[in-house]
């Protein structure tokens, strides 16, 4: 399985940005398509955005699309997610996944895990 660290994650005030990393290491990062994820507290874990093991292709949730941005650098092991113009509901930790083959949006579909890195967005 690859290992995920994310990091990039902070305080940030509505309708600024921020650009989160995910960095793979143990497996070819490119074997892997790649998710983010979010959990914020007393709700379930849900899907940010997606992204094919080629990065030509990505998936994303209504509620960031136009928003966030989801691309990797397979040469450096590494997955990103710019988002701008936040809002307080994009408040959340946010998570890194990896699975073989396929994208998907369901979270149990992946899995290998980062530790995730929490996002605060303020009014």
């Known amino acids: 399985q690859v290992q995920l660290v994310e990091s990039g994650g902070g305080l940030v005030q509505a309708g600024g940005s921020l650009r989160l990393s995910c960095i793979g290491s143990?497996?070819?990062?490119?074997?892997?398509?790649m998710g983010w994820f979010r959990q914020a507290p007393g709700k379930e874990r849900e899907f940010v955005a997606a992204i094919s093991r080629s990065g030509y292709g990505t998936y994303y949730a209504d509620s960031v699309k136009g928003r966030f941005t989801i691309s990797r650098d397979n040469a450096k092991n590494t997955m990103y997610l710019q988002m701008n113009s936040m809002t307080i509901e994009d408040t959340a930790i946010y998570y890194c996944?990896?699975?073989?083959?396929?994208?998907?949006?369901?979270?149990?579909?992946?899995?290998?895990w980062g530790q995730g890195t929490q996002v605060t967005v303020s009014s």
């Open positions: 996944a990896a699975k073989r083959f396929v994208y998907s949006s369901r979270p149990d579909d992946y899995n290998c």
């Open positions: 143990g497996r070819t990062f490119s074997d892997y398509a």
